[in-house]
């Protein structure tokens, strides 16, 4: 009868956490490492994250702010990605962090919002190789083991000259490390499929192994209950499996369960007290709990538990930080490409919430370490000391904390009722005639209103409301970015020159060609044709031979088949492509400037004049170029250091340049050689781009602040000297954020070279100037995106932008859509008339002499579209039905037949991608009350 074992955690229940709850601003991304990728303790979450530039760490606390928002943040540990990382048991700020430039590092680290140290409290060097493992002992304090390539190690932090013990060098690559709770014996697992026990203060052999696992796949291991080892890995058909050992006696395991074929690692997590276990894969959107026992079975499965995104990593909990009082008595943080998602194991009680569960929980190890480093290498056993989890046992300090964190969350969830009794009416369909009628009371209401009860709200005031619960809204918070079908792809594209300047997009495109920088001798540069998409020959492709490295290129926006080119030697070459392609690598260009004394930064076209071109050199001079002429027209001069960017205004009478010095400038070129304004711009001096929005009211830079963080900053263009009117951090990398402003929807796009994330955001002219919509992710890192004009986009796929992205082979074509209930109308909310941008509005000449244009404008709205907002209103029709259909007396599957149809009707389409969208184009009131009805 042993089947029928009672247990107490048999109907133990995940609970994913609601979206408010997760951890946002997050980047896991796909890292590769033998680590579980995600550690918290009490108080902080680090995780590894996606970024560019070497070992970053995104860094966040467990409880959110004051405001209810987490603070992300990021710290630059090591010179190559971190590899694995663990918080001590004894102190929940001090983290210990290992990777491939042969470093285990100990850091000190304060709250998120807190600047995070630069330099690390410790730092070994092992000089055993990369390292992949990091693990602080469960009893002893300042004692580690570290996982070398192939030799694990125990360390003494106070000893830094020399580990305490290395042990004997595994066969392979080492996959995982475990310390037996009470801290007696070390376990690994590796590639060469065996398993091994160490006892380290015996000796440096193992005291049992065997070759346990089956493939050489990524393995885990853990100690589980008692004596019992438990492994994680692969069989020897691929298929993913979870073992119990003996570690007395090693020869074969003692229990097995079977998880599915899937590639991706399975990491586990074990809590002795309740012998529960959570298995994630890599990869997978299944969390598996299972529950390890001592007696027969001793595997069996408790829980199967769905996520909304694969998992990148996960971590445990810490036991005292478990909300006992609701019977949670696991709970794991899951790790996604975007978020952190908590997810609690209850077991479902009586009077759970208001008794404490004693049989749940155990005494558990407290936050004491039983001896040092030294005690334990001379032999100490001494154990950790329990604590209770009851909190009428706990320290004052502790259960204090608590009740005012449950007192603050209860507070906020009372005002958020409050407000949402506050925006109900007696006329939303889910209210039953009962509670319509009844007046509705606020007990924590301050109107001071005698009566108690609170006035109907305007609907001005319920719109208000809405948008300070929901947030600044925007029609293209859910912008979806798409790569297209293959058959319109660039490949097989060789010998592309990644190295080009920060100043340099890195490659240009228009409606006819793609020009691209080589990494072959002499500057070379290839054009490929837009109309001619697949794989080019293997053999090489005709180019410009430009003589020199390209420091900067751009299409003439008036003559599709004229490049300019900037190169090392301070000339700028203008070559012009033949009709029909590229057919000859062509070594002579149509014109040459030259009066630069340095090395050129960047240039760029006029947007309204022909002929006109800008640059920006080392000399800290910027040029005006009439290239009917070829001469140069005007010199500006007042910048001190390196000019990052330059950007031509909407109507073509300012150019704005952001330079090293610190300095954002706006000069008026056919008045002054020297600024009208400048101001302070960003803090960083790592590079920055600028462009103008809103109309020309205003300036956004790209650039980064004093910590090296990303971000994006709006300057008002007729106050720069007052600064920055808004900004916003973006993340944490090393190569600058490109810019592109689309004038006709406000929204900006922006991606760095190497970055495997778009980020997209729509600016408006008030606070909070910055409304983030979604990102667009890459499976890979790409090396830029190039735009195209607005007739390339695909009006009747409500299409707003459509971007060329390069990577190390290719070129793609990326389409950028928002996504509408109502496709057969033309959104002309989305579309308002765009520029002609292709046609200039007049010669360089005359813009020189004073004249002034702007170009015409045309609709994108097709001859058979029409417009959303002339679209027939549906109005719904009410039917009656004859006395007699009321009367008559209906079978139980009719009721039930009815009650469907209507619950269906309710409710609406919802494959429906966005249903709100069928709420444009109608009247603010009425938007109102469907809002407060939903």
Known sequence: MNRFRASKFKNTTPHVAKKDEWISNVRGGSISCQGN????????????????????????????????????????????????????????????????????????????????????????????????????????????????????????????????????????????????????????????????????????????????????????????????????????????????????????SVSSASLGTANGTVIPLFDDDTGLLILAGMGDTVVDCFEVSTSEPLLTQVSHCLTDA???????????????????????????DSHIVPISYQVPRKNSGHEFHADLYPDTV?????????????????????????????????????????????????????????????????????????????????????????????????????????????????????????DTHITNIRG?????????????????????????????????????????????????QNSVNVADLCWDPFDPHRLAVAGDDAKIRLWQVPEGGLVETLTEPDLILQGHTEKIYSIKFHPLASGLLVSSSYDLTVRLWNLDSGDQVKLLTGHEDQVFAMAWSPDGKLLATVCKDGKVRIYEPRKSATPVQEGPGPGGHRGARIVWVCEGKYLLVSGFNVQSERGLYLFSADSLSSGAVGNINV???????????????????????????????????????????????????????????????????VEIAVALMLTKTTVEPVSFKVPRVKKEFFQDDVYPDTTICWEPALTAAAWLSGSNGEHKK???????????????????????????????????????????????AKLGNLDDPLPQEAFEGVDEDEWVCRQLEC
Not at 436 to 447: D, G, L
Not at 731 to 755: A, N, Q
């Open 496 to 544: 592309l020159n990644l190295t080009t300047p920060g100043e340099c997009d890195g490659f240009c495109a228009n409606s006819k060609h793609v020009a691209v920088p080589l990494a072959t001798s002499g500057g070379q540069i290839g054009v490929f044709e837009r109309s001619k998409p697949g794989r080019q020959p293997d053999t090489n492709v005709p180019t410009f």
């Open 366 to 486: 407290g936050a004491t370490p039983a001896m040092s480093a030294g005690e334990w290498w001379q032999g100490g056993n001494k154990q950790m000391e329990k604590v209770s989890l009851n909190p009428d046992k706990r320290p004052k300090s502790q259960t204090t904390n608590q009740t005012a964190a449950k007192k603050e969350v209860a507070s906020s969830k009372s005002k958020d009722q409050d407000m949402a009794r506050g925006c109900s009416t007696s006329s939303s369909p889910l209210s039953t005639p009962s509670s319509s009628a009844a007046p509705t009371r606020s007990p924590s209401s301050t109107s001071g209103l005698s009566s108690g009860f609170l006035p109907s709200p305007s609907p001005s005031q319920s719109a208000k409301t809405i948008q300070s619960l929901l947030g600044p809204s925007t029609k293209f918070r859910h912008i979806q970015g798409t790569v297209m079908h293959r």
């Open 310 to 336: 694969p998992t990148r990593g996960v971590c445990a909990v810490p036991k005292l930080d478990l909300d006992v009082m609701s019977c949670e008595v696991v709970r794991v943080l899951q790790l996604t």
């Open 858 to 904: 045309m609709s994108l709205k097709p001859k058979d579209m029409i417009p959303v907002s002339e679209a027939p209103k549906e109005v719904p029709v009410k039917k009656y039905m004859p006395s007699s259909y009321y009367l008559e007396e209906k079978t139980d599957e009719q009721k039930k037949d009815e009650l469907l149809s209507a619950m269906v």
């Open 37 to 252: 990728h995600i550690k918290t303790s009490s108080k902080l979450v680090v995780f590894s994250t996606e970024q560019a530039g070497g070992g970053m760490l995104g860094l966040s606390s467990v409880k959110p702010g004051p405001d209810g928002q987490w603070t992300v943040s990021h710290i630059s540990c090591h010179s190559e990605l971190v590899s694995d990382m663990d918080f001590s048991p004894f102190d929940e700020s001090l983290l210990a962090t290992c990777s491939g430039d042969e470093t285990v590092k100990l850091w000190r680290l304060r709250d998120p919002e807190s600047a995070q140290p630069s330099e690390a409290e410790l730092t070994l060097h092992p000089g055993h190789g990369k390292l992949e493992l990091v693990l602080f002992h469960p009893t002893s304090s300042g004692l580690l083991a570290v996982g070398a390539t192939n030799s694990p190690l125990v360390w003494d932090t106070s000893r830094q000259d020399a580990p305490l013990a290395v042990l004997e060098q595994h066969s392979d690559q080492l996959q995982s490390l475990s310390w037996k709770p009470d801290g007696s014996l070390l376990a690994s697992s590796c590639k060469d499929k065996m398993l091994r026990v160490f006892d380290p203060r015996a000796q440096l052999t193992p005291i049992q192994s065997t070759k346990g696992l089956q493939n050489s796949k990524d393995s885990r291991i853990l100690w589980a209950k008692d004596d019992l080892l438990l492994t994680t890995g692969f069989d020897m058909m691929r298929g993913r499996e979870v073992r119990l050992w003996d570690s007395r006696k090693l020869s074969s």
């Open 731 to 797: 993340d944490v990398s090393p190569s600058i954020l490109i810019p592109f402003y689309d004038p006709d929807t406000s929204v900006v796009i922006l991606t760095g070279k190497g970055d495997t994330r778009v980020h997209i955001y729509e600016i408006v002219p008030e606070s909070p100037y910055f409304v983030e919509c979604s990102s667009f992710n890459t499976p890979e890192p790409h090396k830029g995106l190039a735009f195209l004009a607005k007739t390339e986009c695909n009006v009747q796929d």
